[in-house]
C-alpha cells in the first residue's frame, strides 16, 4: 500500500510539474539581452549620423573627482510624437561597464512634442585620468522607435 500511495505521488509531483507554464521571466530576459547585443554590433559598424533626425541629441562629459569622466547623451526635442524609443550608446574606450540604454530592459519610452520635461538621458562613466581637455572619445548611438504605425532606426555619431 505505502509502495503504491509513494508512486502516486511521484506522479502527481511530476504530472504538476509539466502543467505549470515555462518560466517567461527567463525568456525576456534572453529576448532582452539577445536585442542589446544586436543593436551593440550594429552601432559598431556605423560612422555617420543619420541625417533625418526628429529629435535633438546633445552629448555632455563631466571629468568626476577620482579617475573618471561621465558622458550623458540627451535625447529631446521631438518633432512629433514617437513612442516605443529603444536606444544604446556605445564608445571606443576600454571599460568593464556595460553600455547604457533605455527602453530594452525596462518598458520602451515615449517622447512628446512641446512637453516639458521630456527626454531620455543616457548616462555612462569611462577610466580616465588626464585632464577633460585632452579627453578623446567616440560615441555611438542607435535609436529605434515608432512613428504612425512605421518602425524607424537612427544613428548619432560624435567625436569629442
Known amino acids: 500500500m505505502k509502495k503504491v500511495v509513494l508512486i502516486l505521488l511521484i506522479f502527481i509531483c511530476l504530472s504538476f510539474t509539466l502543467l505549470l507554464p ?11 539581452k539577445n536585442e542589446y547585443i544586436k543593436y551593440v554590433k550594429k552601432l559598431k559598424e556605423v560612422e555617420k549620423t543619420s541625417k533625418d533626425l526628429p529629435f535633438d541629441v546633445e552629448t555632455k ?21 514617437i513612442t516605443n524609443v529603444k536606444t544604446v550608446a556605445i564608445h571606443n574606450k576600454n571599460t568593464d561597464d556595460i553600455f547604457p540604454s533605455a527602453g530594452i530592459f525596462e518598458k520602451p519610452m515615449k517622447l512628446s ?7 531620455i538621458i543616457l548616462v555612462g562613466y569611462i577610466p580616465y585620468n588626464g585632464s577633460i581637455k585632452n579627453f578623446k572619445c567616440k560615441i555611438k548611438v542607435i535609436i529605434e522607435y515608432k512613428y504612425e504605425n512605421k518602425v524607424y532606426t537612427r544613428y548619432y555619431v560624435t567625436k569629442k
Open 22 to 32: 515555462k518560466n517567461t521571466k527567463d525568456e525576456n530576459v534572453e529576448k532582452e
Open 61 to 81: 562629459y563631466d571629468k568626476l573627482t577620482g579617475n573618471e569622466i561621465r558622458y550623458q547623451i540627451i535625447i529631446d526635442n521631438p518633432k512629433y510624437e
Open 113 to 119: 512634442k512641446d512637453k516639458k520635461p521630456e527626454g
